[in-house]
Nanobody, 123 residues
Framework: LCSAAGVWGGLVQAGGSLRLSCAASGRTFSSYYMGWFRQAPGKAREFVARIRRGGIPTRYADSVKDRFAISRANNEDTMYLQMNNLKPEDTAVYYC????????????????WGKGTQVTVSS
């Protein structure tokens, strides 16, 4: 499950903020490395951020560094992506990702995908 929460759901103006959440079910959440990827229309799915099982360290794509923050609450089986200062080029379907090994910047490192959530940033 992957959901978006923010002003107007998954639609926000440039400069605004959104928080995505990814709630896991049926699995031992704390045993998985987690991450976020996104896919814009006509483009390949790309890495956004990853977080280790214990919560640190984290890693980000250069395009979102200093604007996005990934976190997780293992006691709630939930991962978050706080997105600030959003830009039109952040418009994409965002996917949460889980793996039994460290997630890299490639989609092949992901074992499980969540349902995508549309994020649209208007200029």
């Amino acid at each position: 499950l992957c959901s978006a929460a923010g002003v107007w759901g998954g639609l926000v103006q440039a400069g605004g903020s959104l928080r995505l959440s990814c709630a896991a079910s049926g699995r031992t959440f704390s045993s998985y490395y987690m991450g976020w990827f996104r896919q814009a229309p006509g483009k390949a799915r790309e890495f956004v951020a990853r977080i280790r099982r214990g919560g640190i360290p984290t890693r980000y794509a250069d395009s979102v560094k200093d604007r996005f923050a990934i976190s997780r609450a293992n006691n709630e089986d939930t991962m978050y992506l706080q997105m600030n200062n959003l830009k039109p080029e952040d418009t994409a379907v965002y996917y949460c990702a889980a793996s039994t090994s460290l997630i890299s910047s490639t989609t092949s490192s992901v074992d499980f995908w969540g349902k995508g959530t549309q994020v649209t940033v208007s200029s």
